[in-house]
C-alpha cells in the first residue's frame, strides 16, 4: 500500500469492517473482460459466502476461472472543504482476493445460509425450505489476501 499511514493491519479491525458492511462488490473477469457486483454475503473463519440464482453470468464466469477479488466500504462521509480540492471522504475499507467455489454439500449450503442470514439479522437458527434450497446456490469464496484501509482522521 503506497500510503501506510492509511493501512489497517489488525485482522480483528479488519474483519469488524467485513461484519459492518452491507454490501460486498466481488470482482470477475470473463475471459479479458472485468465484471463486477454488489451482493449479499456473510463471512466466517476467513470464508466469504455468497448466494446467487444456480445460473447467470456470474456462475458461468467462476465455472471458467474461480479467481475473484472483493471490495467493501463502511462509515462513508463526504467532508466538504474550501477551495474545492480540499474536499474530502472519509471511510474504512477492505480490498483482498480469494478462490471462489460453489458449495455442493447440503449441510455446508444450510450452514453458509446461516452466516449470511446471521450477518444481516442478527440471529441464528433459520429454517429454509427444501424447494428454496434447490434453486438457491452458495458460493464460498475462500480468502487468500485481505488488506484494510482507512482515511485520514
Known amino acids: 500500500m503506497r500510503q501506510h499511514d492509511r493501512e489497517i ?3 480483528a479491525a479488519i474483519e469488524s469492517i467485513l461484519e459492518e ?5 466481488i470482482g470477475l473477469v470473463d475471459n479479458d473482460t472485468p465484471y463486477v457486483l454488489p451482493v449479499c454475503f456473510g463471512y466466517r473463519d476467513n470464508c466469504l459466502y455468497i ?3 444456480q ?3 456470474k456462475i458461468d464466469i467462476l465455472k471458467k476461472n474461480n479467481r475473484v477479488c472483493f471490495e467493501t466500504e463502511v462509515g462513508v462521509e463526504v467532508v466538504p472543504g474550501d477551495p474545492a480540492c480540499k ?4 471511510y474504512r475499507s477492505v480490498i483482498g482476493m480469494g478462490t471462489a467455489r460453489i458449495v455442493e454439500d447440503p449441510q455446508e449450503k ?14 441464528t437458527g433459520h429454517e429454509y425450505h427444501e424447494a428454496v434450497l434447490g434453486i438457491a446456490a452458495v458460493i464460498r ?4 489476501e485481505m488488506t ?5 482522521e
Open 9 to 11: 493491519t489488525d485482522r
Open 21 to 25: 458492511a452491507l454490501v460486498l462488490r
Open 51 to 53: 448466494h446467487s440464482a
Open 55 to 57: 445460473a447467470g453470468r
Open 87 to 90: 474536499w474530502t471522504v472519509r
Open 110 to 123: 444450510i450452514k453458509a445460509l446461516d452466516i449470511i442470514m446471521e450477518h444481516y439479522s442478527g440471529r
Open 141 to 144: 469464496i475462500d480468502v487468500t
Open 148 to 152: 484494510g484501509k482507512k482515511s485520514k
